[in-house]
């Protein structure tokens, strides 16, 4: 062991000999340290869950908004107005289940010019309904059959695609009537004003006179006021070509559609079981045979309203509200560096070109929506760092001779003359070499860090929560989109620098946070070449609400871009 | 010496086995420390945070590593690396010679006896930079290359400050080895 290593050996185990008190403060040190920590845990795992929540959150109190809205129009539509106001009474209900509208089969002479119904599947989930004419099993409900034809006015919903004629459903029947005996007509009205109705388009102030025309229809029904015809109102179309049919040559349905509901109490007054209270005509009855208070129309394709009565509008299924995007494009801008080392870096950060992709899908109302979507986006910077070096001077001290050409006078002799003393000197010319002290200083530049030039990039997947105001003109839609996201560190390539600026720390040793919340913006113009396809072009803003990095470094995220989108709407 | 059981209790988050562990490892983490702090406060803060790492990394630790060895590691790292942050080093940097050697038998021999508090004292005069690289080189026992990754320096560098540490040590004790001379009268 040498004596340097003998130094250290010592200077080691004398330090070794140190003792240290615990002391209680620096355990408290400790333990507010820990407590912070678990905080900071805590809150990370709060706010995935707080984003899932939200994002929930708004996507149930969305649809539960908008479905409320539905149901109530679908409530309010059903039940026919009658001229005071009031829910004028049904005095039919299309079954309990799905009923599957038959195909009319002309009567032989009929005239009808309207199509024939193409299979129409409707949700029906109403109530039977006691019809105030008694009714003979053996012949068709020729009596309650306008009266079904009222209550079976077709959605205004379904207002697109071509007129469809349907045929009067027997109520509460489950084998098909041979052929009409009787007809309802609606009083006052005679066929001559029921073409003049017809041939007239229907607009929407018009829509409220047969409206009531066919709420007299099923009252006059309930009253059994004979000599009515009944005149189908689903049959004719707002501006269709339709004659008025006479009852007797009004198409049947081949077959009773199949249905389970209960059958029509066909009495007039009947006993309830146990309550000893007589059934009015206007009583509706459930399953057990229990009068229902209130008409509830759920008939969602059907959706009739007393205005729309005698305007069966046609059945097409309507656009679906979703719709789905793809876009991608380029985003400039990066990260945004700060923070107590980021002062040392003595290097600049500058906006990098990146890229986004994505998809997404939208619930999409009149003018707002609300959906989700994942978005591929990837965050370029550009840094420029300078050289930065290290000068060492190492300075050693050396010794040296150096010749000095001098003369030196020697004494040889010395001898006394008459009691003097005299010295013999000879003068000798000579070199001399005189001893100096010289330092020998070694400079050596260590290059800390090279100037570097690079592209640093970080990825993200986004999970956003869309919330979308649009206006739509003609075939251009504009619109605003953008909400909160959830970004998952999906990747990162580059380096900074070391701040104490001897060095670059790899992107992937800095200490990113996994999760992070965000947000997106953007603006929007679509042309729709199609029903179902658009093509948009729409600026983008995107970026991090907060602190990506964990420790002193701090970095924010954002870029701005333009995005191609393409976006098909579901039909 | 820390039980497996008290790691486990750890890992569970249990204030009292940590409140424990703190109490085991106090004396080898605040060894550590006051060698590359200045005060105590100092040494202190920065053994906290070396032990707040030690227990959110406890479940990280492989088994096999006996854990006064981890934990003295990743003391040491915690204290490098805050010194890299706080470190402001001039882009040009002028490194001194170092001063003239002391006659080391007898520096040596004077080290032998004297009291820990004075040695103390003597480190704290060392620059910074030549402290943190002697207490790793010289007490820790990493080697020069190591040390320049640590601290992102060269291995030259790491030796001039090894060297540099010394010479001021050694300068230091030959001083006190005149006075303790001086005041020892002859026989």
Not at chain 1, 2 to 30: H, I
Not at chain 1, 286 to 310: M, R
Not at chain 1, 351 to 377: D, F, K, L, Q
Not at chain 1, 444 to 454: I, K, P
């Amino acid at each position: 062991m040498s004596e340097q290593e003998r130094f250290d050996d010592l200077v080691r185990r004398k330090l070794e000999e140190r003792t240290f008190p615990f002391a209680e403060e620096d355990w408290q040190g400790a333990e507010r340290l820990i407590q912070a920590e678990r905080t900071r845990r805590r809150r990370r795992r709060f706010w995935p869950f707080a984003a899932a929540l939200l994002i929930g959150g708004a996507g149930i109190a969305y649809f539960a908004v908008t479905g409320k809205e539905r149901t109530l129009d679908r409530s309010t539509s059903a039940v026919p107005m009658d001229r005071t106001g009031t829910h004028a009474p049904l005095t039919s209900a299309p079954s309990a289940a799905d009923v599957t509208a038959p195909a009319p089969v002309p009567a032989p002479g009929a005239e009808a010019t309207a199509a024939p119904a193409a299979e129409v599947t409707r949700s029906v989930a109403a109530t039977p309904i006691i019809t105030p004419e008694p009714v003979s099993t053996s012949t068709p409900a020729a009596a309650t059959r306008p009266a079904a034809a009222v209550s079976r006015t077709p959605s205004s919903s379904l207002a697109q695609g071509g007129p469809e004629r349907r045929t009067p459903e027997p109520v509460g029947r489950h084998e098909a009537p041979a052929a009409p005996t009787t007809t309802v007509t609606e009083p006052g009205r005679n066929d001559a004003d029921m073409a003049r109705i017809d041939e007239h388009p229907v607009t929407d102030k018009e829509e409220r006179a047969p409206a009531r025309s066919t709420s007299e229809a099923a009252r006059a029904t309930q009253e059994g006021r004979p000599g009515t015809t009944a005149v189908d109102p689903a049959m004719p179309t707002g501006g269709a070509q339709v004659t008025a049919v006479p009852a007797s040559t009004m198409p049947q349905p081949a077959a009773a559609p199949p249905h389970d509901a209960q059958p029509v109490v066909e009495s007039g007054a009947q006993m309830l079981g146990g309550t000893g209270r007589t059934l009015e005509p206007t009583d509706r009855v459930d399953s057990t045979g229990t009068p229902i208070e209130e008409a509830v129309a759920v008939d969602s394709t059907l959706a009739a309203s007393g205005d729309t009565a005698a305007v069966p509008l046609p059945l097409v299924k309507p656009a679906s509200p979703w719709e789905l995007s793809a876009m991608g494009g380029l985003l400039w801008g990066g990260g945004r560096y700060s923070g107590e080392p980021r002062d040392l870096w003595d290097a600049d950060v500058t906006t990098g070109m990146g890229w986004s992709a994505g998809a997404e899908v939208m619930h999409m109302g009149r003018n707002v929506g609300i959906g989700t979507g994942v978005h591929y986006s990837t965050y370029d910077e550009r840094l420029l760092a300078l050289e930065r070096s290290l000068t060492e001077l190492d300075v050693e001290r050396f010794y040296f001779l150096t010749p000095v050409d001098t003369t030196v006078t020697l004494g040889t002799d010395t001898f006394s003359i008459n009691g003097q003393l005299f010295h013999s000197v000879i003068s000798v010319d000579t070199t001399i070499n005189v001893l100096g002290v010289g330092y020998d200083s070694t400079t050596t530049v260590t290059v800390l860090r090279a100037a570097r030039e690079q592209v640093n990039r970080v990825s993200y997947l986004e999970i956003p929560l869309l919330l979308d105001a649009h206006l739509t003109q003609g075939r251009w839609m504009f619109g605003l989109r953008g909400g909160p996201t959830l970004g998952v560190l999906t990747a990162r390539r580059g380096a900074l620098p070391d701040p104490s600026q001897d060095g670059y720390t790899d992107l992937n040793d800095v200490q990113f946070r996994s999760l992070v919340l965000g947000y997106t913006a953007r603006a929007y113009i679509r042309y729709r070449w199609n029903s179902a396809w658009s093509v948009g072009l729409e600026p983008v803003l995107r970026g991090q609400f907060g602190n990506s990095l964990d420790g002193e470094l701090k970095r924010r995220t954002m870029a701005v871009g333009v995005l191609l989108s393409l976006t098909y709407r579901l039909r | 010496m820390v039980s497996d059981q008290l790691i486990a209790r750890c890992l569970r988050e249990e204030p009292k086995a940590q409140y424990e562990l703190y109490r085991l490892l106090h004396p080898l983490l605040m060894g550590i420390c006051t060698r590359y702090e200045r005060n105590r406060q100092d040494a202190v803060a920065r053994m906290n945070q070396g032990f707040l790492k030690i227990l959110t990394h406890l479940a990280d630790r492989r088994p096999e590593v006996p854990f006064e060895l981890w934990s003295r590691r990743i003391m040491i790292n915690t204290v490098i690396d805050d010194h890299r942050r706080q470190k402001q080093r001039k882009a040009h940097e002028t490194l001194e010679a170092p001063p003239e050697r002391a006659d080391l038998a007898e520096v040596n021999s004077y080290l032998g006896h004297m009291e820990v508090q004075e040695l103390e004292r003597m480190l704290e005069r060392v620059p910074a930079m030549s402290r943190q690289v002697f207490n790793l080189f010289a007490i820790d026992g990493f080697p020069h290359a190591e040390i320049a990754g640590m601290l992102g320096i060269s291995e030259g560098t790491s030796k001039w400050h090894v060297s540099n540490a010394r010479s001021i040590l050694q300068q230091a004790l030959a001083r006190a080895v005149a006075v303790d001379r001086a005041r020892t009268p002859s026989p």
